[in-house]
């Protein structure tokens, strides 16, 4: 612990070897939100670079209040619902959500099985992605993704909602295979 | 194929929460931009001290300890020697100073006798061999002309650090010290210019 503090402040000071164990650090997680928000991997790496910017311009006023990882968490969601804002996907989000009509299945859609939920992410519409990830991955409220994404909280339950019941479906075969092989055991001969 | 009960998917999403990504961009990217920014601090000086520094600083400490090592072998054949000998054997969990003022009044005080002993044994000390090639003379300059350099970049970084300034005298002295026996192995006539 004493470490990490004596790196940040070390970090805030402009130390570049400080700054890049930071990066190295929590990249991993930090960079997972922006790639779970964005869906598309292209576009998240150019926002991760924005993100990460963002982080050092913001570290001197950093307060310790939270968790570094809380609080740069925090930046990235704003920052990569930001980016998303000015490419004009979240205005796309938020007809969507209040056009049921763009959530149709296709067929391909019904008959695709996941092998992962993050395979299964990127089958859900761009807003009901973002509105299961800021809840169910990122710890949101409902009110909160309603202020950030410009949409009721209504709104945001209602794409929850089908987010969830389609990953269900999806990821279906997970839950299968894996005790598929417990049920075996039992009706083996003996 | 039955969907997934809610408590299975918020088992697949909590793991889900803690799975890191390989990072999306380069460090190399991000720093640039920092540094065209000036988030990142320019170094106006090299870094504090090398590997290689720290290295040649430890040579030094076996130099000095060296050193004195000959000071104490010195110092049991002269009855003269005594007080200078035993200086450096004080131990520091038994010194007892009323303040840092007197700390540091003792600090010089012991460092201007160290090098005036030095200056002393290498001119009238003949009990204990000492190299007497002036080549291991000037190798030996050499190493000390190493490490002041490295201490004097040291002392720019920590201009009040006891223990470098303490040793940058100690260096100081013993080459001075070298200079002077390097002298005494010249050919009767010749002069000293370089090393």
Known sequence: MQTDQLELRRAMNGDERAMRQLWLRHSPHIDAVVRRLCGDSDVAADIAQEVWIQIFRALPGYRGESQFGTWAHRIAVNRTLNALRKVKRIEKIETEIEDDSATVETDSDRTFLAESIEQAMEKLSPGARMVFVLHDIEGYTHDEIGKELGITSGGSKSQLFKARAKLRRLLAPLVDESTAGLGRTHVAPV | ?195
Do not use: H
Not at chain 2, 91 to 104: I, K, L, Q, R, V
Not at chain 2, 146 to 154: I, P, Y
Not at chain 2, 158 to 168: M, R, T, W
């Open chain 2, 1 to 195: 194929m039955s969907p997934l009960s809610e408590n299975e998917l918020d088992d697949l999403v909590a793991r889900e929460r803690e799975r890191g990504i390989k990072p999306l961009t380069e460090w190399s990217a991000i720093a640039a931009q920092l540094r065209a920014e000036g988030l990142i601090r320019k170094s106006d000086r090299p870094s504090l001290v090398s590997t290689t520094t720290w290295m040649r600083i430890a040579a030094s400490l076996l130099l000095v300890a060296g050193g004195i090592a000959i000071g104490r072998y010195t110092a049991r054949s002269s009855p003269q020697s005594n007080a200078v000998a035993s200086a450096p054997t004080t131990n520091a969990s038994n010194a007892n100073f009323a303040s840092a003022e007197e700390a540091w009044s003792v600090l010089n005080r012991a460092g201007e006798e160290y090098q005036r002993a030095s200056a002393y044994l290498s001119a009238n000390n003949t009990n204990v061999p000492m190299p007497s090639s002036p080549s291991m003379y000037r190798t030996r300059l050499a190493a000390l002309d190493n490490v002041m350099s490295d201490m004097r970049a040291a002392l720019q970084e920590a201009p009040q650090d006891p223990v470098i300034n303490q040793y940058y005298l100690a260096t100081v002295g013993a080459r001075e010290a070298t200079l002077r026996q390097l002298g005494t192995t010249l050919p009767p006539g010749a002069k000293l210019n370089r090393f």
